[in-house]
């Protein structure tokens, strides 16, 4: 099932400006049990997206309304959200009046094997570098042509993941994930502040991370601090926590920061749910 | 009227990863008495710019008799070409087979005062700053938020323009046109290996300076390069040549190179609408 602007349809105008200039944004939500998983962080995270982009806020009791109206009898799935700046406009130049488009999807939950959750994933390091723009690091907006040159860069079933370097040659994330490493006890992971996106879960992660008064820093870094680590994670909505077991020909235990972080992860779900209306 | 994989519709699957992420690219043709000009060239670059995003090349004959057939009861207009990679794959993964999505439309064409050609436009400087993205520079790709926000940061009709320079302060190009500059009868452009769109119209003058055997460099350079130049314009498929004639409070007067470049470009119009079929 598809909505856009409330209709049941599969089909959009060409003229929205997201298909023309892939102008506007997205989210991407587990569902679980009729539930959409972290539901305020993600609309959170799509309000400021949408702010720094100057796409008007949607009205987010409609947007939640239809939100659940599409997820409601789904066990287990991922819901993709867009928002796009709507149609018009003369070329790059925004209309002066926006009407943003929402398209809210279902797809079906990817199937990984348990093993990349309990034992680890394979990555390696992409060759596509991520450009640098404070104005657009953070947003999860629909310019996506870096990821999927990244992604395309290999076709080996043994690989999970791809890391992402900026020009600078600091690591910034996964094509799909953020990248956390623990050193010494002490939590890191890329600022972000001039490319990647700032994923719901690393939020999640961040807060865990607060609340046990962990030590943990956000700064920039390179390959070698990655593969000397005492443990490495990536992180998704939907892919949750994943160990990192192998980068190339360096192997990795999973280590019990990771173990923590994930146990943390599952009980704080537990609690949402069950929290939830 | 719009065409979309031959078919006339104005509405496209949102599956399409053109308006999923912005993966695909496109072309913004001149109409003049039913025919595109400088079509060949714009199919040239369409066609670099697929092998580089590894998107297949379009069926040309295919593409250009649709093209024909969009375009052939038009006296002036705007035909745009978006190429993206069709459906399907699994996230930003590409699908095993691709299935590009070609859409051929055509827009009015926009009604400049004559001024700008004759008299020159005023330009500003963008704060927005484009990424470097070798792997993406040149092409004229769908994913154009950086060109959408540069456009947002004006809202005055007496300017014209804006100039976008890269995170290491060269200018690239302008919001919709590429920029070029004379001095001392060198004419000087930005060499676009790392960020920027390699324009058709650009190209077209890169055949007139080596034709007329002129001095020219392509060059990494600054802001104050721009403002002690001679002369400075501006190029697109759609505007042909506009000299600059103001930059903030530093004015230009129109150059002969530039009066030069314009009166090649009408002639040469004029011989390839001739030579048309």
Redesign the interface.
């Known amino acids: 099932m598809?909505l856009?602007n409330g209709v049941e349809t599969?089909?959009?105008?060409?003229?929205?400006?997201?298909?023309?200039?892939?102008?506007g944004l997205?989210e991407t939500i587990e569902v679980v049990d009729g539930q959409p998983v972290f539901l305020e962080q993600h609309l959170i995270r799509l309000s400021s997206g949408c702010s720094k982009?100057?796409i008007p806020n949607p009205y987010i009791k409609q947007l939640t309304d239809e939100i659940y109206s599409v997820c409601k009898d789904s066990k287990k799935a991922v819901l993709k959200l867009?928002i796009t700046?709507g149609g018009g406009g003369?070329?790059?130049?925004?209309p002066e009046s926006i009407h943003p488009t929402r398209?809210i999807?279902l797809h079906p939950f990817?199937e990984h094997p348990p093993t990349y959750a309990k034992h680890g994933i394979n990555v390696r390091f992409c060759n596509?570098?991520?450009?640098?723009?404070?104005?657009?690091a953070g947003i999860k907006?629909?310019?996506?042509?870096?990821?999927?040159?990244?992604?395309?860069e290999w076709d080996d079933h043994a690989i999970q993941e791809g890391i992402m370097l900026d020009?600078n040659n600091h690591v910034i994330e996964g094509?799909?994930s953020n990248i956390f490493y623990v050193k010494s006890k002490i939590i890191y992971t890329a600022s972000l502040e001039?490319?990647g996106v700032t994923g719901v879960m690393r939020g999640v992660i961040k807060r865990f991370i607060a609340e046990h008064k962990l030590t943990f820093i956000e700064h920039d870094y390179g390959k070698e601090d990655l593969l000397v680590a005492d443990e490495v994670f990536v992180s998704n909505s939907i892919i949750g926590i994943w160990p990192v077991k192998q980068i190339g020909d360096v192997s990795f235990a999973v280590g019990n920061m990771t173990k923590q972080l994930q146990a943390w992860l599952v009980q704080f779900k537990k609690q949402g749910l069950a929290d939830a209306p």
């Open positions: 598809i856009i599969d089909h959009i105008t060409v003229n929205d400006r997201g298909f023309q200039y892939g102008d997205f982009l100057n867009i700046r003369r070329g790059y130049r925004q398209v999807s990817p596509t570098r991520l450009g640098l723009n404070p104005a657009l907006h629909l310019n996506r042509l870096e990821q999927i040159m990244a992604r395309a020009i094509t799909m001039l490319a």
